[in-house]
């Protein structure tokens, strides 16, 4: 294992010319902003598949504004590309042994334009296993089973922070598929000066897991969460548990992503998990609006609608919309 570096970057230059979608060319005006997001299509009825939707029929609100749509792409043929980065939490419990081999069904059966990585959160940064490959075996057979040990300075929503921050952007589909407790064990140990080290339940959410949202929102990263027990006393508090359930559940659902659990049990299997994500990643468009941007650049909350019966469109709460500052600067290059 080694920790994610620039070689990240080097693959990423490698398969960008294979992956770029047309999005990437476009641009803005002072007085508004195209930006996109990826936005997944859901039916309100479960055993039926989505009705398809276009363009004219999405909606974008900022605030009362309704704003304008300028492109809505289905996620396939030549905008298909997805970077898929499968994290595992190393203080996960061994007992997530039972559930690699659906994990590794999982990514074999990714499409060609789908290249994966697979990487160990511990000590709050990530450990790659593998890097983002096309060989969907290759990536596959980096799975192993979690250490299964409580580090120094564990933290889940710190490790994706630290793993965003060395992603880099692109105009592509990035979505990570996250197994962990949810446990922050980084804030919940207090170590008082002269005395041993003892433990203190956390209050209430991580807080990091509010800055990992938004930096996973600002760099319109979706983040799937599967609820894994982890080891130690953390994970026997039942408090403690359900937070941690509670910080990827709401990780997730402020990114666009599913969260996957089965109250704190662990489930039989990943199977069902992993048939309902794919069907995610099979139904998820590229939605490209006008907003009115602000002197600086930033995070704005944006509310998507259809008038189409029994459809769901689910996206981040929020996407980054450049500064006019930015804007200007890009214009006169």
């Known amino acids: 294992m080694r920790r994610m570096t620039g070689s990240l970057s080097s693959l990423f230059i490698a398969i960008v010319g294979v ?65 898929l980065f499968l994290l595992i939490d190393d203080t996960c419990d061994t007992a997530l042994g039972s559930h690699l081999e659906d994990l590794r069904s999982f990514i074999n059966a990714q499409p060609a334009t789908t290249v994966v990585a697979v990487g160990y959160m511990r000590n709050s940064t990530v450990n790659i296993a ?84 938004d930096v996973s929102q600002r760099s319109g990263v979706i983040i799937h969460t599967i609820y894994s027990p982890g080891i130690g006393r953390a994970n026997r508090n039942y408090y403690e548990a359900q937070t941690g359930v509670s910080g990827i559940t709401k990780l997730s659902d402020e990114t666009g992503g599913e969260s996957f659990y089965l109250s704190l049990q662990n489930p039989v299997s990943f199977k069902p998990y992993m048939d309902r994500l794919q069907t995610i990643l099979d139904n998820q468009y590229f939605l490209v609006f006008l907003a009115k941007p602000n002197n ?38």
Not at 33 to 51: F, I, N
């Open 19 to 83: 992956c770029l979608s047309p999005l990437a060319l476009l641009g803005q005006s002072t007085d508004s902003a195209a930006v996109h997001m990826v936005v997944t299509l859901e039916s309100t009825r479960d055993d039926t598949a989505p009705a398809q939707l276009n363009r004219e029929d999405v909606f974008v609100k900022q605030a009362k504004n309704r704003l304008k749509v300028t492109d809505w792409i289905p996620a396939r043929g030549n905008a298909a590309a997805l970077q």
């Open 130 to 213: 593998q890097n983002f490959t096309p060989d969907h075996a290759l990536a596959a057979k980096a799975l192993r089973l979690p250490l299964a040990s409580v580090g120094a300075q564990d933290s889940p929503y710190l490790s994706l922070i630290d793993l965003l921050k060395r992603w880099p952007a692109s105009k592509v589909r990035r979505e990570v598929l996250m197994v962990s407790d949810g446990i922050d064990r980084l804030r919940g140990y207090n170590t008082p000066s002269g005395r041993s080290r003892r433990y203190q339940t956390m209050p209430s959410i991580s807080p990091d897991a509010d800055s990992a949202s």
């Open 296 to 333: 600086k650049g930033g995070l704005q909350r944006v509310q998507l609608d259809t008038e189409v019966p029994s459809v769901e469109l689910v996206a981040a709460d929020n996407v980054w919309v450049p500064g006019i500052a930015d804007s200007s600067s890009k214009n006169k290059k």
